[in-house]
């Protein structure tokens, strides 16, 4: 028997069993005290956790919850309506739908609206689509008529947003694009209302906590009259491209109108609106895309042209003011002008080979709108000299009237063409310049202002469309009355028999209502002792542009009565031939509409 083997064995064997069960029970101490570690630690997290929600970020989930048991409803203020002089409304707010489309989570820069028709709005509402509010459309029911002036609305830009000159508007708001919308935004626009309701967890009203009612916007009035911007358009018609300004001599707008024209209702109403049948344009995206001609373009204060013959009122009036000539004098009519190989014509020599039979001067030469005096009155004033002086009447920088897209044009000296152009001035330039030609451009709006200070006696009062209780005062006696009356004689005779505004020649009209003075308005010897002659004061322009071949724009500016002014008139028609023969009887429907029964 091998005892000492054994139990050696046995030995060994115990030694093993033993520290398995060490090592088992070692783990399960481990096991025992983990599981308490991880409740305490479990519980310390949830403590933080609720302890920030309840605590610290109380407030912030405290608003989370209110905002979504409890909304916000913007109530749109109705933007205030635009009259005319006599209280006519130009504008009106009409009850529609429009579409809030979705705004991207963070940026309520991205949110646009859209209208929508009636049928198509209870379509969506039917549905239950929330996205639907009824709000109101900006409507313009003279359409065509108005355009340029009263302009149009669109929604708010991300530009516009963030100028900062649009503060607390809704980015789905609508605003002033163009016109009087744009120009007078701040007054039209009013403060939007909000209404506080609170709903279910469904998106349901459950009722309503409270209202902050909107503020309308302000009414304003214009100096236009409906009535007689009416009669202009009608004596547009057959205007392509050009431009008509009625004043009265205080510098208030009775009228305007710039062709071609749109319906401004297309950015505004549904698309269930009908254009307007006169409108050349039937939808947005051809009135824009219209690249040619330029629908937007109020080419009464924003086109640029040469003034052509019309600007002889200006070249007067300096050489009368700063005493370079006086009514005593006189140029002789040689029919051209030669500087080397270059010749400056007058237009009865290049028309009809005639020459003046008399030495002209400054009445003379207004009245027959006569070339060579006035390049020689050019030359003896000198082109800087008179550019200062044109500045003073308005030329070369914006009058400021009360419309946004106003153009400053172009008044030229020797140091604007060698900056510009790096060329010398040479006297065929100042040639070209006396007779409204040449470098020089303005607007039509100037033309009219120009006018306007002769009609009114010397004093120049800025063009405005608002409606106001005194003139606005740019520079009193700019013009003596000397030079006054001269001008106005020139431009008395060129309404005349012998003058060049054939159209007016003895205008007349029927209205026993206008009361004779015997010098602004008198009776005309006739069967009918309705008729009256009315003095007309007036100057045509013919202001050649582009190539040889291309026809000239055809200008005529009046004021009448001629001694006791109540309307200044300018006409432009863009490439259309002479001032006298398509200006002026546009000139003569416009007369007749103010003065006629």
Same mark, same amino acid.
């Given at each position: 028997?091998?005892?000492g083997?054994?139990?050696?064995d046995h030995?060994?064997?115990e030694?093993?069993?033993?520290?398995?069960?060490?090592?088992?029970a070692?783990l399960l101490?481990?096991?025992?005290y983990l599981?308490p570690?991880?409740l305490i630690?479990?519980?310390?997290?949830?403590?933080?956790?609720? =302890?920030s929600?309840?605590i610290?970020?109380?407030?912030?989930?405290q608003?989370l919850?209110?905002s979504?048991?409890i909304?916000?409803q913007?109530?749109?203020?109705?933007r &205030?309506?635009i009259?005319?002089r006599n209280?006519?409304p130009?504008?009106?707010?009409m009850?529609?739908? #429009?579409?809030?489309?979705?705004c991207?989570?963070g940026?309520? #820069?991205?949110c646009?609206?859209k209208?929508? /028709?009636?049928?198509?709005?209870?379509?969506?509402?039917?549905?239950?689509?929330?996205h639907v509010?009824?709000? /109101?459309l900006?409507e313009?029911p %003279?359409?065509v008529i108005?355009s340029?002036?009263?302009? %149009?609305v669109?929604q708010?830009?991300?530009?516009?947003? *963030?100028s900062g000159?649009y503060?607390?508007?809704?980015?789905? !708001?609508?605003? &002033?694009?163009?016109?009087?919308?744009?120009?007078?935004? #701040?007054?039209?626009?009013g403060?939007? +209302?909000?209404?506080?309701?609170?709903?279910?967890?469904? &998106?349901?009203k459950?009722?309503?906590?409270?209202?902050t009612?909107?503020?309308?916007?302000?009414?304003i009035?214009?100096?236009?009259?409906?009535?007689?911007?009416k009669?202009v358009?009608?004596?547009?018609? +057959?205007?392509?491209?050009?431009?008509?300004i009625?004043?009265k001599?205080?510098g208030?707008?009775?009228?305007?109108?710039?062709?071609?024209?749109?319906?401004?209702?297309?950015?505004?109403?549904?698309?269930?609106?009908?254009p *307007?049948?006169?409108?050349?344009?039937?939808?947005v /995206?051809?009135?824009?895309?219209?690249?040619?001609?330029?629908?937007?373009?109020n080419?009464?204060?924003?086109?640029?042209?040469?003034? &052509?013959s019309?600007f002889?009122?200006?070249s007067?009036?300096?050489?009368?003011?700063?005493?370079?000539?006086d009514?005593?004098?006189?140029?002789k009519d040689?029919?051209?002008?030669?500087?080397?190989? =270059?010749s400056f014509?007058?237009?009865?020599w290049?028309?009809?080979?005639r020459?003046?039979?008399h030495?002209?001067?400054?009445?003379?030469?207004?009245?027959r709108?006569n070339?060579?005096? =006035? %390049?020689?009155?050019a030359a $003896?004033?000198?082109?800087?000299?008179?550019?200062?002086?044109?500045?003073?009447?308005?030329?070369?920088?914006?009058?400021?009237?009360?419309l946004?897209?106003?153009?400053?044009?172009?008044?030229p000296?020797?140091?604007?063409?060698?900056k510009?152009?790096?060329q010398p001035? %040479?006297?065929?330039?100042?040639?070209?310049?006396?007779?409204g030609q040449?470098y020089?451009?303005?607007?039509?709006?100037?033309?009219?202002?120009?006018?306007?200070i002769?009609?009114n006696n010397?004093t120049?009062?800025a063009?405005?469309?608002?409606?106001?209780?005194?003139p606005?005062?740019r520079?009193?006696?700019?013009?003596? !009355?000397?030079?006054?009356d001269?001008?106005?004689?020139?431009m008395?005779?060129?309404c005349n028999?012998g003058?060049v505004?054939?159209?007016?020649?003895n205008?007349t009209?029927k209205?026993?209502?206008?009361?004779i003075? +015997?010098?602004?308005?008198?009776?005309?010897?006739?069967? /009918?002792?309705a008729?009256r002659?009315?003095?007309? !004061?007036?100057?045509t322009g013919?202001?050649?542009?582009?190539?040889?071949?291309a026809l000239?724009?055809?200008?005529m500016?009046?004021?009448?009565p *001629?001694?006791k002014?109540?309307?200044v008139?300018t006409?432009?028609?863009?490439?259309a031939?002479?001032?006298?023969?398509?200006?002026?009887?546009?000139? $003569?429907?416009?007369?007749?509409?103010?003065?006629?029964?």
């Amino acid at each position: 028997m091998k005892v000492g083997f054994a139990f050696g064995d046995h030995i060994k064997t115990e030694k093993i069993t033993r520290r398995h069960y060490e090592e088992h029970a070692r783990l399960l101490r481990i096991r025992w005290y983990l599981l308490p570690v991880i409740l305490i630690i479990t519980g310390i997290i949830l403590f933080i956790t609720l =302890f920030s929600v309840q605590i610290v970020q109380g407030n912030y989930y405290q608003q989370l919850s209110d905002s979504n048991r409890i909304r916000t409803q913007v109530i749109p203020a109705q933007r &205030g309506i635009i009259f005319d002089r006599n209280g006519n409304p130009l504008v009106y707010n009409m009850p529609g739908f #429009q579409l809030v489309e979705h705004c991207s989570p963070g940026d309520t #820069q991205k949110c646009t609206t859209k209208p929508l /028709s009636r049928d198509a709005a209870l379509a969506l509402l039917a549905k239950g689509d929330k996205h639907v509010q009824v709000d /109101s459309l900006r409507e313009y029911p %003279y359409n065509v008529i108005l355009s340029h002036v009263l302009g %149009y609305v669109g929604q708010i830009s991300r530009i516009e947003l *963030a100028s900062g000159q649009y503060a607390g508007y809704q980015p789905d !708001a609508w605003v &002033g694009k163009s016109g009087i919308e744009q120009e007078y935004e #701040q007054e039209l626009h009013g403060q939007n +209302g909000k209404a506080l309701i609170e709903v279910n967890a469904l &998106g349901q009203k459950v009722r309503s906590l409270g209202q902050t009612d909107p503020i309308p916007g302000h009414n304003i009035t214009l100096t236009i009259d409906l009535k007689l911007q009416k009669a202009v358009y009608q004596a547009a018609k +057959g205007i392509k491209k050009g431009a008509i300004i009625v004043s009265k001599p205080d510098g208030e707008i009775l009228a305007m109108v710039s062709k071609p024209t749109f319906d401004p209702n297309l950015f505004t109403m549904d698309t269930s609106y009908k254009p *307007a049948s006169e409108s050349a344009y039937k939808s947005v /995206s051809a009135i824009l895309d219209d690249t040619k001609n330029h629908p937007l373009l109020n080419r009464a204060i924003g086109g640029v042209y040469p003034p &052509g013959s019309t600007f002889k009122i200006v070249s007067a009036a300096t050489g009368l003011q700063e005493h370079i000539i006086d009514q005593h004098y006189k140029v002789k009519d040689t029919g051209v002008l030669r500087i080397g190989k =270059f010749s400056f014509a007058n237009w009865l020599w290049t028309d009809y080979h005639r020459l003046e039979p008399h030495p002209l001067n400054v009445v003379t030469a207004l009245a027959r709108s006569n070339d060579i005096f =006035f %390049y020689k009155l050019a030359a $003896k004033i000198t082109v800087n000299r008179l550019s200062a002086f044109a500045l003073k009447m308005g030329l070369g920088a914006p009058t400021a009237i009360d419309l946004p897209g106003e153009a400053s044009g172009i008044v030229p000296t020797t140091q604007w063409k060698q900056k510009v152009l790096g060329q010398p001035w %040479y006297l065929g330039d100042t040639y070209d310049y006396g007779i409204g030609q040449g470098y020089l451009l303005t607007t039509p709006l100037q033309v009219n202002t120009w006018t306007q200070i002769i009609a009114n006696n010397g004093t120049f009062d800025a063009p405005h469309l608002l409606m106001t209780s005194h003139p606005i005062v740019r520079e009193k006696n700019l013009l003596d !009355a000397k030079t006054v009356d001269l001008i106005r004689q020139g431009m008395i005779e060129a309404c005349n028999p012998g003058g060049v505004g054939w159209p007016l020649f003895n205008y007349t009209v029927k209205n026993p209502n206008l009361k004779i003075d +015997g010098k602004n308005i008198t009776q005309v010897s006739s069967v /009918s002792s309705a008729l009256r002659h009315v003095v007309i !004061a007036c100057k045509t322009g013919t202001a050649q542009q582009g190539n040889a071949t291309a026809l000239p724009h055809a200008w005529m500016t009046l004021f009448a009565p *001629a001694y006791k002014p109540q309307i200044v008139v300018t006409v432009l028609v863009e490439s259309a031939g002479e001032g006298s023969n398509v200006a002026g009887p546009i000139e $003569k429907q416009i007369l007749n509409a103010y003065f006629g029964q």
